[in-house]
């Protein structure tokens, strides 16, 4: 049996984790809706805000910190319009035409997507690499979150190329001691920087 989401996550941010996003392709609203409410009850005990990835009615039923879209998801202008405008968006880039859309100036922070290759989502585009942290990070001055195959061995150099922030799922979710992982990653991210 799988591991519980809040209390995986609850180690996790015990080790360093200061952002947590919640992302449930497979559940309906009111399932979506509850683990969601579930997360941020334990998060609000820490401080930690919640992001809700590509779901803007459990985001605004749940009364999370922000949400996060890509690029075949709802328009960043749309969420500000129908949500408010201090909502934390993220928009994931796949593709570089995206950094001249108009809809960047509705994000808050930009996930580079995917960094590396990963099994955790199968309908990635090419990765873009350390290079291409790179040049998204010549490109633009938002906020980059790489996501994909990110772990403690690699965080020093994804940083190092342009990188602000980490967006990590297997590499803690599925580590046996999360806390720990989440700290590893946590040390490599001050090496870093
Ligand atoms: N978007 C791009 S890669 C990815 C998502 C949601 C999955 C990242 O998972 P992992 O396990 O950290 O590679
Ligand atoms: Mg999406």
């Not at 350390?130 to 195959?149: E, F, H, M, Q, Y």
């Not at 990110?150 to 990188?163: K, L, P, Q």
Request: with cysteine; net charge negative; aromatic share 6%.
């Amino acid at each position: 049996m799988g591991r519980d989401l809040v209390l995986v996550t609850e180690m996790a941010v015990k080790g360093g984790v200061d952002l947590v996003q919640i992302r449930e392709k497979h559940k309906d609203f009111a399932a979506f809706q509850s683990v969601t409410l579930r997360l941020k009850e334990m998060l609000d005990h820490y401080g930690v805000p919640l992001i809700v990835n590509d779901n803007l009615a459990v985001a605004r039923s749940c009364c999370v910190s922000g949400i996060h879209v890509g690029n075949s998801d709802m328009l960043p202008a749309d969420i500000k319009k129908l949500w408010h405008n201090d909502v934390l968006l993220g928009y994931s880039i796949e593709y570089e035409e995206q950094l001249f859309n108009s809809q960047i100036q509705h994000t808050d922070y930009l996930g580079v997507s995917p960094v590396f290759n990963t099994l955790t989502k199968n309908d990635t585009v090419t990765a873009w690499g350390l290079d291409g942290i790179s040049k998204i990070r010549s490109l633009t001055d938002k906020p980059l979150v790489a996501i994909g195959n990110i772990h403690a061995e690699n965080t020093y150099d994804v940083i190092r190329a342009g990188a602000d922030c980490l967006a990590v799922v297997s590499a803690i979710c599925g580590a046996e001691n999360p806390e720990q992982a989440a700290a590893e990653i946590r040390n490599q991210i001050e090496k870093a920087i």
